[in-house]
Each structure stands twice: as C-alpha cells, then as structure tokens.
C-alpha cells in the first residue's frame, strides 16, 4: 500500500525565515511525486512534479527536491502570502490513470 | 484556471436523501477524478474516469456511484447520504497535452454537510 507522511503537521515562521518540509513516501515503484499549494476554502493548487531521484525544481521562493525516500519543499525568505497548506502527493507505476496518494499536508503560517 | 466547475458548492442535506455532485470542464480531457477531503485523512480518491461511460473506483468508493455521459460533465452520487459522508469534495482533471503528463488540477471544491 501507498502511503505519504509529510511533516511537520504545521510550521509558523517569520518572514524572511527560510525552512523545508518533508515528505516521506512508501510506493511500489515511484511514477510521479507532486506537490501542491492549498489555500483555505480553495481546491489544491499545482506547483511541482519531480520524477527521479537528485531532480529539483524552482518557482519563485520555492524549490523541491527528491530522493529515493523523500521529498522537501525549500521555502527560501518566505513572505505571508505563503501562508497556506503545502500537500504531496505520489503516483505509483504501473497504470496510466494518475491516481494520487496524497499526505495529510503541513499548514505554513508566515507571519511579519 | 484550470476550467473546472463545480455544482453545487455547498450544500446541506439530511441522512437518507440523495445528492449528486457535478463537475464540468471546458478542455474536453479524458481523465477525471473526485476526491474527498477530511481532516487527518487527507485528499482521498473516490472514483475516476478514463472517459465516456468508463468509470473506475478509488480507495472510499463504498456509498458513491458516478456517471459520465458526456466529456466535459462528471457526476458523483450519494444515493442515501449518511452523516460520515459529510466533507469537501474535489473534482480534478488530468491534462495529458505537453510536457504535463501525470498532473491533476483541481476544481474549488463542492462543501456537503449531512444532518
């Protein structure tokens, strides 16, 4: 069974404080992991997909990296409005349907 | 914007009565998904669609049913709503066109309470 842990559950940082979440995952042959961004009351928000160990990828204060075990999100001098739940996801391989698993999310709060 | 609707986005409804859920996209994509989201359980598939009339289940599709007739409209039933059926539910699409080929994206989500 798939499964996605990520931690911690909830962070509170300043602004300009950088930090990293993680993402841990158990998957029967990794197809896809993805992180999303969820703001209160709103649907998941896609930012990242990474595909193979050592990738990385960058979108403005944020970059994602991957290893054979897990998964952090970098959030680099944070700002407020990057306040919001930060979710992971795997897609486990074989099947062609892109049927997530996700984790429970860690709940960012930015403050000034 | 992903060109996702949802219908209704909140509703409020008593055990025992059924209520069907509709997402409608604008792309005409072949792959679609609802999920339910719940405290400490995360976003969790219910069932998806691989395109007209074939449907498959997810992980907590006991108590649901689907129905895709045409492309762009995906609707998910509760043929007897029960109070544990009480969450938000996501619709999502799968853009298979370009470099993105596994992503999902979401709709803004359809609240359902059930006394």
């Known amino acids: 069974e798939d499964q996605v842990t990520q931690s911690p559950e909830a962070l509170r940082l300043q602004e300009g404080e950088s930090s990293s979440l993680n993402c841990s995952y158990t998957v029967s042959g990794l197809r896809g992991l993805f992180w999303y961004r969820q703001d209160p009351g709103k649907g998941p928000e896609f930012l990242f997909t990474l595909y193979s160990a050592g990738e990385e990828k960058e979108k403005e204060r944020l970059k994602a990296t991957l290893t054979k075990k897990e998964s952090f999100l970098h959030i680099t001098a944070p700002k407020p409005e990057d306040s919001a739940t930060y979710l992971c996801a795997v897609q486990a391989s074989p099947g062609t349907a892109s049927k997530l698993t996700f984790g429970t999310g860690t709940r960012l709060q930015v403050t000034l | 914007d992903a060109g996702i609707t949802q219908s209704p986005r909140h509703k409020v409804t008593e055990t025992g009565t059924p209520v069907t859920l509709r997402c409608h996209q604008t792309e005409n994509h072949r792959y679609m998904y609802w999920y339910r989201q719940d405290p400490g359980h995360g976003l969790r598939l219910i069932h998806y669609?691989?395109?007209?009339?074939?449907?498959d289940k997810g992980e907590v599709s006991d108590g649901y049913s689907v129905s895709r007739s045409k492309t762009e409209d995906f609707l998910l039933t509760l043929e007897s709503a029960t109070s544990s059926q009480t969450s938000v539910y996501f619709c999502?699409?799968?853009?298979?066109?370009?470099?993105?080929?596994?992503?999902?994206?979401f709709g803004e989500g359809s609240r359902l309470t059930v006394l």
């Open positions: 669609s691989y395109g007209v009339k074939d449907t």
């Open positions: 999502a699409i799968r853009k298979t066109s370009g470099a993105n080929t596994g992503e999902l994206f």
